[in-house]
């Protein structure tokens, strides 16, 4: 008898668990069509290179590889979208700025799913790539986000830092309401650049509110 109770609490247990992985959401797939149920809630260190889905929490769930969506978000929590963006390839393979010896970034381009961390007339997308972090721009002009620009480098003998995306930024967003020290003093952080982003889309009222909570998206960072 206690045998088949504990199986019957473990089997329970082990549903409730199930269950408790998979939110409520949405992906859109590449003809555009958007498709609500529950979505793994797994939050992948890395940018997912696909999401496990079902129709219902009761329903077999499948794999959606990044070739068959173009956007998805659990309800209430991140949202991702695909581009065909750039990145510093360079910072990829070599993680210790030591052994970077330019100034300039390698740029290659791949397809990826970005993760918007502040909506509006100017979007932040932040991209994480074998561990390296990089952020996106893209202002109601742009058809794709902008690879926002900071490495370090070695440099006679000491680490330096190229810091164009302050520059990118200023370009990008400045209006009559802005101080140029907005921007040539924020730092290449996500908490920095959320509140500069959610800032300027406050001042023409075009912000949408992401989930950008530091729990949710703790890592060693």
Do not use: H, W
């Not at 408790?20 to 797939?29: A, D, E, L, Q, R």
């Amino acid at each position: 008898m206690k045998k088949i109770t504990f199986l019957l609490a473990f089997i329970l247990s082990s549903t409730v668990f199930s269950q408790k992985t998979f939110s409520p959401g949405y992906y859109i797939s590449q003809s555009g069509q958007k498709v609500v149920g529950f979505i793994e809630d797994k939050n992948p260190y890395n940018n997912p290179e696909k999401i496990v889905f079902k129709t219902s929490l009761e329903s077999d769930a499948v794999e959606l590889l990044l070739s068959n969506i173009s956007e998805y978000q659990i309800e209430g929590d991140f949202k991702y979208v695909k581009y065909f963006v750039q990145y510093d390839d360079d910072q990829v393979i070599n993680k210790d700025p030591i052994n970077r010896l330019t100034k300039e970034p390698k740029l290659l381009s791949k397809e990826i799913l970005l993760r918007v961390l502040v909506e509006g007339t100017a979007t932040l997308y932040q991209a994480v790539i074998n561990d390296c972090v990089f952020y996106y721009i893209k202002s109601k002009e742009d058809v794709v986000p902008q690879l926002l620009i900071f490495r370090k480098y070695k440099f006679d003998n000491k680490i330096v830092e190229n810091n164009e995306f302050r520059k990118q930024l200023y370009e990008k967003l400045r209006n009559n309401s802005t101080q140029i020290k907005e921007f040539y003093t924020v730092k290449y952080q996500q908490e920095e650049l959320v509140e500069l982003f959610k800032d300027i889309n406050k001042k023409d009222s075009s912000l949408v509110l992401r989930n950008v909570s530091e729990e949710r998206s703790k890592n060693k960072f």
